[in-house]
């Protein structure tokens, strides 16, 4: 069983940055891949970025140049980095992992852009 515990998220004007952590419960080179997604209102959760445990990341094009992806292993954390943010961006932002064939979730944390 896995645990994923997000935290950073907050309110900020556009143009801001916010830096979001997830820490997991055991370590996160157990996992082949980790990833961020979001949900705004009314609309379904879309991955916004992922990194391999080999490091190799994947953003959505809607972040591209302004959101980046990293882990610390020895944390057993991975980040989000969100510079330039748009009021778009507003959602909840959850951290996910598969392991052993289970999809882990963690609880969200909720990402308001004023304009």
């Known amino acids: 069983q896995v645990q994923l515990v997000e935290s950073g998220g907050g309110l900020v004007q556009a143009g801001g940055s916010l830096r979001l952590s997830c820490e997991a419960s055991?370590?996160?080179?157990?996992?082949?891949?980790m990833g961020w997604y979001r949900q705004a209102p009314g609309k379904t959760r879309e991955l916004v970025a992922a990194?391999?445990?080999?490091?190799?990341?994947n953003y959505a094009d809607s972040v591209k140049g302004r959101f980046t992806i990293s882990s610390d292993n020895a944390k057993n954390t991975v980040y989000l980095q969100m510079d330039s943010l748009k009021s778009d961006d507003t959602a909840v932002y959850y951290c996910?992992?598969?392991?052993?064939?289970?999809?882990?979730w963690g609880q969200g944390t909720q990402v308001t852009v004023s304009s």
């Open positions: 055991r370590s996160i080179l157990s996992f082949n891949v």
């Open positions: 996910n992992v598969v392991y052993r064939g289970f999809n882990y």
């Open positions: 990194i391999t445990s080999g490091g190799t990341t």
